[in-house]
């Protein structure tokens, strides 16, 4: 979080922040890691979260394979924003998250806190299900007319049929109603309905949906490709310590590269590279061996592909001074 508040020279007027899970296979039958019906095997769960549109990971843990509970979600909440006010204040806060980071608790931190707003992904219970009823028939319908006017024409079948819809619905562990939306999709396979659950009033509710709570799949990506630069590290410990610990180092490693991307490799063809193409490319250079009687000669290559980056990036390190912490 120091290092995401220090990038900003000034608050920015607004910012999003992506709460994801990410399963993360154990080597064994290692402590604290439990069977996950939605992953259906044996995973630690472990909890990232992001911030901007390009993603920088501001906090993690590597948690135990069960559920978090809805205390758990709020504490975490309020740490998070509790800290990041003290130096941005009056700054817009937008929490995006899955159906499992929509507990009461969590919603109710969110709603207490100035300046913060949600879209989060919600299950269907009972009262929404009964709410989307005819949206989800009238999705079915626009997809058999479709269907049929396509073979009446020749045409290969439509993929999908959509329709968005809205209302005012509250569980009964809610405060007061919130606004949820519907996404009745019909594919050939079945229906495929998705709702979400949101504090804000604006902009329309398709382009609410695609705009905000799809976004959130930047920060999805991002954590899958902490947990995959997490695999390469030894975590067979039959303790849940030695593999935590491991976790963090890998988030301090994923933090180092974020910040090469959007500043040592600023304009060069790494910028949007994955940690193994860094590695590949600025660590792994061909040498030829020539081994002797007394010893062995490394004989390094004068040119390259990637010779003139390679010659960019050290520059840059040393002329571009240390940066400035932020002190609002």
């Known amino acids: 979080m120091d290092a995401c508040i220090a ?163 509250a569980a009964g562990s809610w405060a007061h109603p919130w606004r949820v939306g519907r996404k009745a999709e019909v594919r050939p396979a079945g229906d495929t309905p998705r709702f979400g659950v949101t504090s804000l009033a604006a902009p329309p509710l398709a382009r609410r949906y695609a705009a905000l709570s799809g976004a959130r799949g930047q920060g999805e990506n991002a954590s899958k490709a902490v947990t995959r630069a997490r695999r390469r590290d030894r975590t067979a410990a039959p303790t849940f310590l030695a593999p935590a610990l491991r976790w963090l180092r890998a988030c301090a490693a994923a933090v180092l590269h974020h910040a090469w991307r959007t500043s040592t490799f600023y304009q060069t063809a790494l910028a949007q590279a994955q940690p193994s193409t860094i590695s590949l490319t600025r660590c792994t250079i061909a040498v030829q061996v020539t081994p002797s009687k007394d010893r062995r000669r490394l004989h390094l290559p004068r040119a390259g592909p990637v010779q003139a980056l390679l010659q960019r990036v050290p520059t840059w390190l040393y002329v571009v001074p240390l940066p400035v912490g932020n002190t609002s």
Not at 32 to 47: E, I, K, R, V
Request: aromatic fraction near 8%.
């Open 7 to 169: 990038s900003d020279a000034e608050p920015p007027p607004a910012l999003g922040l992506d709460r994801d899970h990410a399963d993360d296979p154990p080597y064994g039958q290692q402590e604290l890691a439990f069977y996950h019906p939605y992953y259906q095997n044996h995973c630690y769960l472990p909890l990232c979260i992001f911030a901007g549109t390009a993603p920088a990971l501001v906090t993690a843990s590597l948690r135990p394979g069960t559920r978090p509970t809805g205390a758990d979600k709020a504490m975490r909440l309020v740490r998070l924003l509790s800290y990041w006010r003290r130096h941005w204040p009056h700054t817009h806060m937008l929490v995006r998250g899955a159906s499992h980071g929509a507990p009461p608790e969590g919603i109710a931190v969110l709603t207490a806190c100035r300046w913060t707003a949600f879209v989060l992904g919600l299950a269907g219970h009972a009262v929404v299900l009964r709410h989307a009823a005819p949206t989800s028939e009238a999705a079915r319908q626009l997809h058999h007319q479709r269907g049929a006017v396509a073979q009446a024409q020749g045409q290969a079948p439509p993929p999908r049929s959509r329709l968005d819809d809205a209302c005012a619905a």
